[in-house]
T-cell receptor, first 117, second 112 residues
Framework: GENVEQHPSTLSVQEGDSAVIKCTYSDSASNYFPWYKQELGKRPQLIIDIRSNVGEKKDQRIAVTLNKTAKHFSLHITETQPEDSAVYFCAASITNFYGGSQGNLIFGKGTKLSVKP | NAGVTQTPKFQVLKTGQSMTLQCAQDMNHEYMSWYRQDPGMGLRLIHYSVGAGITDQGEVPNGYNVSRSTTEDFPLRLLSAAPSQTSVYFC???????????FGPGTRLTVT
């Protein structure tokens, strides 16, 4: 089955710096890669995702890159702010023939990001 | 819409007791999933369902049963609780043809 490795487990940056979190996956059939943000005591929330037919996707200060050959993908957060402090999870899954996720995400173990003012 | 709801929010069980964690969604989503979250382990998939009457195992299915008799509900049953099942349990749902999974608020379960 799929296995997702995530690094680093903790990351501390100064406000305004960039943060990069990296994930690798094992199943070459995986084609959907979301990133979730989880604040303390709250539910995970989707912040950005990428599908295998795209190499990079941006949404304001957040970007995700995907290298299918190497089976790794990364989250980039620029101009970090204290409110970016949270645990971030990457995940992978195989979409079905309807084109969407079928609810069977395999997650990495998470990265605790701390942004110091 | 209430979205994805889970009950109870907190539960304490004794070893060997059984219970059902409830999950419901009012968005008419076809897909529903159960995850458990332990410190340092991320979220691990327990079971998932692609529609009423159809369920499949995830990464850590042992000790848990599920059924999906309606589109709205996806209960998770612990037949004989063990301390290793102490965790936070999240239910999630998504629409067929879409990508985003919507998570419920979670149930914090402690087994003593």
């Amino acid at each position: 089955g799929e296995n997702v490795e995530q690094h680093p487990s903790t990351l501390s940056v100064q406000e305004g710096d960039s943060a990069v979190i990296k994930c690798t996956y094992s199943d070459s059939a995986s084609n959907y890669f979301p990133w979730y943000k989880q604040e303390l005591g709250k539910r995970p929330q989707l912040i950005i995702d990428i599908r295998s037919n795209v190499g990079e996707k941006k949404d304001q200060r957040i970007a995700v890159t995907l290298n299918k050959t190497a089976k790794h993908f990364s989250l980039h957060i620029t101009e970090t702010q204290p409110e970016d402090s949270a645990v971030y999870f990457c995940a992978a899954s195989i979409t079905n023939f309807y084109g969407g996720s079928q609810g069977n995400l395999i997650f990495g173990k998470g990265t605790k990001l701390s942004v110091k003012p | 819409n209430a979205g994805v709801t889970q009950t109870p929010k907190f539960q304490v069980l004794k070893t060997g007791q059984s219970m059902t964690l409830q999950c419901a969604q009012d968005m008419n989503h076809e897909y529903m999933s159960w995850y458990r979250q332990d410190p340092g382990m991320g979220l691990r998939l327990i079971h998932y369902s692609v529609g009423a009457g159809i369920t499949d195992q995830g990464e850590v299915p042992n000790g848990y049963n599920v059924s999906r008799s309606t589109t709205e509900d996806f209960p998770l049953r612990l037949l004989s609780a063990a301390p290793s099942q102490t965790s936070v349990y999240f239910c999630a749902s998504s629409r067929q043809g879409s990508y985003e999974q919507y998570f419920g608020p979670g149930t914090r379960l402690t087994v003593t």
